[in-house]
């Protein structure tokens, strides 16, 4: 098919199907080709052609939403364009497709489909000239061509005066002057409509207008209401002299491929303009005198910036946050002692000490209204209940509640937020939190604050000194926000596992409240109360369908867990649930066969079980398996040179056995076990204090020598090598244990100690007494030796352990000695040498 201007159109062209919009001869559009077909015609017809026809598609019109071209071909328009594809840019984000550039040319009209795979390929008929769009003599209809010309005339009068609305100085409107000249008048209904802005329904109207007096009809009422919405636009110029910047962007945007521009488009955006609304926002946000300075000023450059400006949009945002946060909103605290009391006690079983803080923070607040928020910090094992009870205490208070999770932060700027100078940036967690919950005096829960990190970015710990100081927090600057807000009304709460890694510097700024675990008692107290119904809940059962008697939680606490909290408790309380919901549905579904023929019944003759399913020892075996921790304790100490300690962990305390043999040698000291430091001067400082009273308590060699080391080697283990050890407590287990072994005695099977010694002899307090005396009851030991000193901490525990177990406090490693062994040991029964007064 060849056309007056020398370029062949094939008869047989590839068909673009597009849903994106409606492509006229004479107008160049960009196209975004993500479907199966498309990028089938795009790879093996346009990126491997190498002639000019080879680029000629037809771009066809798709009725039919891409998504759903599967196998089946979507309906089309049988009316197109001939296009040839100018550009195409491949792209994988965000997902594999195709950007084109396609210039039409002409009309066609698909006669038949030649084949639909990979890609359509019809016979195409060709309905409109081509030399036309791209001819450059004024040939074409004339005043004589009547109606048509007629048309034609109105149409190019009604274009120029279009083109005197608006700047000739903008490059685009110089472009459609030129083109108006130069083209010939029948081009004009198309160039028109592609640059005007219009539906891609009214451009389908202009492609089917075959015929051009037709097409001049239809275009024509479009450049009519394009030039009306001009002119009203011109005059509310005149009406309002602010709106002059925005109406000389209409005409930059307005009357070109892809950013035409629309009379109902820019009345929303005049609509939208709302820096009145945003100032009027900003006096009423009640914020302090020092932001409201700022926020004025940047409301003025706001004022002044083009919205085209990337700093628009960050000032916008900056505003916005400003305005959203609470500087002036709260809530009223409910201050009733009794009704918290109750909520506390309801939510959470023990935690006396906890509960009574924050009852004694209310009763403060009802004298004094104007009183800071303490800086909390809940310290103790996972699993005690240290996060839920922020949140009751947010309910006890009426307040909203905000958890931030520190565990492995490792920048500051999470902490004080990012200037504004850096691309994407944004106010830090604090800031951030307070715009959530849209008041000033929330509960603030920073959870993990043992476990910040450093790096490159940053101490974030060091962040945190400014949050947490009750002296500094009243002007907390945030580098988003370059001013000060008031965090004094927050109720901050810190958890953590351990005090070991959190910087003194913030460590000073908290109030600290340990957070022991639960005794055997207390934990089945909260079996009964909280967990086991909320299992229950969970797994869809009742308690006339499952029963845990309280000897069988005993047994799931000490036979199958081994912590302080009771996250693991609750697990096994949830298999025990899920186990029984097996049970449950089988006997369900047998039920439902009962109307069936023995043969439909076969294989289901499980009968249904009685309910309640009540859990007994045998049933709790069969589900939890084997016991997994047993009483080891006096199997353990039936050899000397065994020793039973006491450890604290980050987890609880912990009971340490200490084990020590002996060999013929040269007398040297064997350590194993991953000792730290102070744990191996421990070590030293024992074989010390026993060589230097060796005599005094009968201790000998192998050899029967006087002094315990001479030819022989010493071997001391600490079993659990995996785990890493060290602190200040086990020196008197160490001695106790190499007495042992030193004299051939053994060690009282139901005693544990905990303790560090002096070169002297003396025994020194050690910290984390509950957590270690707890661990010794729910091993089954009866006796405890703690140091002298320690005494005061025993008032912590509850009255169920210290009526249970017999404390023994020593303040020398004799009477240590004394405790550990049966009928005391031998020679700490003698004299000291009495000194005469020389008074």
Known sequence: MSTGSGIEIPSRLPLLLTHEGVVLPGSTVRLSVDTPRNMHLVRHRLLKGTSLKSTIIGVIPNTRDPEHDGEELPTFHRIGTAGIAVQVVGSNWPKPHYTLLITGLCRLRVVGLLKERPFVFAEVEQLDKLEQYTSTAAEGITAEDGELGELSQNFYQAAVQLLGMLDMSVPVVAKFRRLLDSLPRETLPDVVASMIRTSNMEKLQVLDAVNLEERFKAVLPMLTRQIEGLKLLQKSRKMSPNNEKRVLSVRKGGVFPGRQFNLEDEEEDEDGDDTVALEKKIHGAKMPEAALRVCLKELKRLKKMPQSMPEYALT???????????????????????????????????????????LEYLAVRQLKTSLKGPILCFVGPPGVGKTSVGRSIARTLGREFHRIALGGVCDQSDIRGHRRTYVGSMPGRIINGLKMVAINNPVFLLDEVDKLGKSLQGDPAAALLEVLDPEQNHSFTDHYLNVAFDLSQVLFIATANTTATIPPALLDRMEVLQVPGYTQEEKVEIAHRHLIPNQLEQHGLTPQQ?????????????????????????????????????????????????????????????????LPIVIDHLALKDILGPPLFEMEVSERLTLPGVALGLAWTPLGGEIMFVEASRMEGEGQLTLTGQLGDVMKESAHLAISWLRANAKKYHLINMVGGPDPLEGTDIHLHFPAGAVTKDGPSAGVTIVTCLASLFSGRLVRSDVAMTGEITLRGLVLPVGGIKDKVLAAHRAGVKCVILPKRNEKDLEELPENVQADLDFVTASTLEEVLNAAFDGGFPGSTCERPQLPSKL
């Open 316 to 358: 916008r945002n900056y505003l916005d946050l400003m305005v959203e946060l609470p500087w002036s909103k709260s809530t009223k605290d409910c201050l009733d002692i009794r009704a918290a009391r109750a909520l506390l006690d309801n939510d959470h079983y023990a935690m006396a000490k906890l509960k009574r803080r924050v």
């Open 546 to 610: 499952l029963h845990i008697p309280q000897d069988t939680t005993q047994d799931i606490i000490t036979r199958y867990t081994r912590e302080a909290g009771v996250r693991a408790l609750e697990r096994k309380i949830g298999s025990i649930c899920r186990a029984v919901a097996v049970k449950i549905a089988e006997g369900r579904r047998n039920a439902t066969l009962e109307g069936l023929s023995p043969e439909e019944q076969q294989g289901d003759k499980a009968a249904p079980p009685d």
